[in-house]
Nanobody
Framework: VQLQASGGGWVQPGGSLRLSCTAS????????MGWYRQTPVKERELVAT???????NYGDSVRGRFTISRDNAKNTVYLEMNSLKPEDTAVYYC?????????WGQGTLVTVSS
């Protein structure tokens, strides 16, 4: 499975961005899809994960500001990011798990600064 992430960029504090991640083939709705993020000084951090039919699971630092959703017909997972803060600056990686295998996208950079 190949994952293609997009939607990153520069935004001012308080702004919003929407990330997308599309898989190269069908992802069963029962398979989790989600996002992690990483900076040069921090370990990879959970942002949000989602399995169809269940509520999203969010990291403490983004809960209430970010929303994860997915369109199974398009094999795509989205991350709506609102009220962005400078500390949200990171490379965001999408992923999916299928059985014992984990697949990662190439990462998309989000920069939050004034």
């Amino acid at each position: 499975v190949q994952l293609q992430a997009s939607g990153g960029g520069w935004v001012q504090p308080g702004g919003s961005l929407r990330l997308s991640c599309t898989a190269s083939r069908t992802i069963h709705s029962s398979n989790v899809m989600g996002w992690y993020r990483q900076t040069p000084v921090k370990e990879r951090e959970l942002v949000a994960t989602l399995r169809s039919g269940r509520d999203g699971n969010y990291g403490d630092s983004v809960r209430g500001r970010f929303t994860i959703s997915r369109d199974n017909a398009k094999n795509t997972v989205y991350l709506e990011m609102n009220s962005l803060k400078p500390e949200d600056t990171a490379v965001y990686y999408c992923y999916t798990k299928q059985g014992s295998s984990t697949y990662w996208g190439q990462g998309t950079l989000v920069t939050v600064s004034s």
